[in-house]
């Protein structure tokens, strides 16, 4: 299943298909990243958000919770539903088919490195159940929801290593193109 599926994702992802997500990616960095980001900021404060720490625990998640008040908890929920089911989908689709492209010409049929193209997957899925577990929590508070508030930390953390990774992956095999072009040449 995993292989039919690379073979999908590199096939589909061409050189227009990774520019495209590309300019989708950063316009939506630049107009709507900033905006939710000062929203963000009003309601958490010191105390910031899930979304963006690497590392909390469920204690950490309560008082973030806490720290919002009720209309700071009604606006993350709000986040959360809207804007943030938006941006993994922009995210993972770049870095989809970023690396579907880079991959598709760097690497050969059955190199496993292919598999790398599913690891955006992997971190939109995960951010996701961070955010459904996290709004949960919030939600919910002052009531507590103990399975959630010890999901959320483990979806968080696992999606930026999907996500970082990623990225990573993407910078190196941008690299191992230049040089591969650069020998040929």
Request: hydrophobic residues 45%.
């Given at each position: 299943m995993f292989k039919k599926l690379?073979?999908?994702?590199?096939?589909?992802?061409?050189?227009?298909v990774a520019?495209?997500?590309l300019i989708v990616f950063l316009a939506f960095g630049a107009f709507v990243l900033?905006?939710?980001?000062?929203a963000a900021e009003a309601y958490s404060g010191e105390v910031g958000s899930p979304d963006t720490s690497l590392f909390y625990?469920?204690?950490?998640?309560?008082?973030?919770?806490?720290?919002?008040?009720?209309?700071?908890?009604?606006?993350?929920?709000?986040?959360?539903?809207?804007?943030?089911?938006?941006?993994?989908?922009?995210?993972g689709v770049f870095l989809t088919a970023g690396l579907g492209w880079l991959l598709g010409k760097t690497t050969k049929h059955e190199s496993r490195w292919r598999l790398l193209v599913l690891a955006p997957l992997f971190g939109v899925l995960l951010d996701l159940?961070?955010?459904?577990?996290?709004?949960?929590?919030?939600?919910?508070?002052p009531l507590r929801s103990p399975l959630a508030a010890v999901l959320a930390p483990v979806f968080t953390f696992d999606?930026?290593?999907f996500v970082g990774g990623s990225f990573i992956a993407l910078m190196v095999f941008l690299v191992a193109l230049f040089f591969q072009k650069m020998h040929t040449n």
């Open positions: 690379t073979a999908f994702l590199i096939k589909y992802s061409t050189g227009w520019l495209a997500s900033p905006g939710q980001s000062a625990a469920s204690d950490d998640l309560y008082r973030m919770a806490e720290t919002y008040g009720p209309d700071g908890r009604a606006a993350y929920i709000h986040a959360r539903f809207t804007f943030d089911l938006i941006f993994p989908f922009i995210y159940l961070e955010n459904i577990s996290a709004a949960f929590v919030i939600g919910r508070f999606k930026w290593v």
